[in-house]
């Protein structure tokens, strides 16, 4: 029966830009190295258990940071796609401009303004991908704060309830209710950590 329950400690990976890449190798596995002794307020609370369950992705999306800091992001890409959409409009429009004075100017005077235009283009398209990268970094490294909070969070509660090993709730088939921890962890992380600010350090060029 153990070593069945230890092949359910699976590898999973965090899809999209919720996690970062070293979580796709991470399994937690919390050991209680000490026997710690919980007072009667936290065992009158929490269910003693040897192995405990819990929803880290459903955790981290459901808390109030995590909420938070997509909203911010949002924002801010809201911020990026308004600008970027003026500028592509009046490039449109120089463009049409030169496009009309093709036959009142010398070769030589409109491929020089084409190649000016060209520059242009270039310089906004690699604006635009730059502060898109910024963009995902600073999500990036607000997530970073939420999620090392929530390992902190389960390790606690594990010790509490005497679990020395936390598994994955995707990475298991069937667990019975008391062995699931989500819900207090998310409880406590949303008193912990209700909000982290958003540091956005968009590329020179961005009037947002």
Do not use: C, W
């Amino acid at each position: 029966m153990k070593r069945n329950l230890s092949a359910l400690a699976l590898v999973r990976g965090f899809k999209e830009n919720i996690m970062k890449p070293m979580f796709l190798l991470f399994v937690l596995v919390v050991m209680v190295l000490q026997t710690s002794f919980v007072n009667a307020e936290k065992a009158n609370k929490l269910d003693l258990v040897s192995l405990a369950v819990v929803d880290f992705r459903g955790v981290l999306a459901k808390s109030d940071a995590a909420r938070n800091i997509r909203s911010e992001v949002d924002k801010k890409r809201q911020e990026l796609r308004k600008y970027f959409l003026e500028v592509e409009n009046s490039l449109r429009e120089e463009q049409q401009a030169l496009s009309k004075k093709r036959s009142v100017v010398t070769a030589e005077a409109f491929e020089k303004r084409a190649r000016q235009l060209k520059d242009k283009v270039h310089s906004a398209q690699k604006l635009a991908q730059t502060n898109n990268q910024k963009l995902k970094k600073s999500f990036d490294q607000s997530m970073d704060k939420v999620q090392k909070e929530l390992l902190r969070i389960v390790a606690e509660v594990a010790e509490e309830t005497g679990a020395g090993v936390v598994l994955f709730r995707s990475a298991i088939v069937i667990a019975v209710k008391k062995l699931d921890i989500s819900k207090e962890v998310l409880q406590r992380l949303n008193k912990k950590l209700p909000n982290v600010k958003v540091n956005f350090e968009m590329a020179k060029g961005f009037q947002g």
